[in-house]
């Protein structure tokens, strides 16, 4: 789901997929561990809004923290943001019922369902068949831990 909004359109174009590009290590660690813990669920991903900016580059570093949710609160979850106003009740829904079927039948091993929220803007992404497996993510992150810390707690 595209933010129609422009300020979302930093750097000439769409920042998620280079977001998404520069940090799909830590991405995918989330993801397998939070698989292995909870079992399906999404990478909840809240990027400093700064990111949104046009005057930030590939080059610079954007705060963000990232969380595992467990298939069963990412209802909850999305509701919160319809009761707070800041999605209608229509979006919620139809979020609800994208994202819903989709957890359910995403192969963890290959694909990760990634949630990225700006502010109160949400958008869905399905990365699916990815060049680097979630369980690859996790390896690779674990083997050079100092690289990542302190923004990954263990």
Known sequence: MRPSNSLWQ???????????????????????????SFGRGVVICDVDTKVTHSTITSLDIVPFTLQFL????????????????????SMCSS???????SVATYNPY??????????????VN??????????????????????FQPSLMP
């Open 110 to 123: 290959q694909d990760i369902l990634l949630v990225l929220k700006a502010e109160h803007q949400i958008e």
């Open 126 to 147: 399905f990365l699916h068949k990815l060049k680097i497996t979630p369980p690859d993510c996790y390896a690779q992150v674990y083997k050079r831990w100092s690289e």
């Open 10 to 36: 930093g750097n000439f174009g769409y920042w998620q997929n280079n977001f998404i590009h520069n940090n799909i290590l830590v991405i995918g660690y989330t993801g397998w561990k939070g698989f292995q």
């Open 70 to 89: 467990p298939s069963n609160l990412i209802e909850f979850y999305l509701r919160s943001f319809q009761d707070g106003g800041f999605i209608s009740q």
């Open 95 to 101: 979020m609800i019922s994208s994202i819903l079927p």
